[in-house]
């Protein structure tokens, strides 16, 4: 991949995440840019940045809310019966998310089968709500919409 790709992704993310409703989040591109770089050099997949900002803002809104937000912004070994893994921050949470979408759902589902449904390798579901994989295409719309508008 061209090295200004990670660039353009962190240019992207902040402009998505520089909208009034996020405010407060610690999120930044620059964060999103290193751990998806960092994940494609490692597995050779590309973790698109609207899955990733659709996944973080309907788990934590941004890292803003919820049981671990500031240090797991997607919610990674949050489970609906409690808290299974614990990070010492946030570019661990961040990294942890962007590996296992990597290695866990997209190595083996393109992204269009995850989303109409968002199960790993093994069968498991990322979220427990039913209607996950809709909300989280349709918001991916939405964010690719707002960032092909012009500044």
Known sequence: MAKNI???YSK???KYLSRDVF???SLTGSMLASAAKKTY???GIFVPLELALSQAQFET???RKGRNPSENPFNVGEYDEGTKIKFKNISE???SYY???ANDYLK???IDKLLTDFTNFRGNRYASDPLYEQKISGQMNFIRNFLQKGE
């Open 108 to 110: 083996t589902k393109p």
């Open 41 to 43: 050099e490692t597995t």
């Open 23 to 25: 405010k407060g989040t």
């Open 6 to 8: 990670w660039a353009e």
């Open 99 to 101: 590996k296992l979408m």
């Open 93 to 95: 949470g961040i990294n």
């Open 12 to 14: 992207l993310a902040n």
């Open 61 to 63: 809104s941004m890292g």
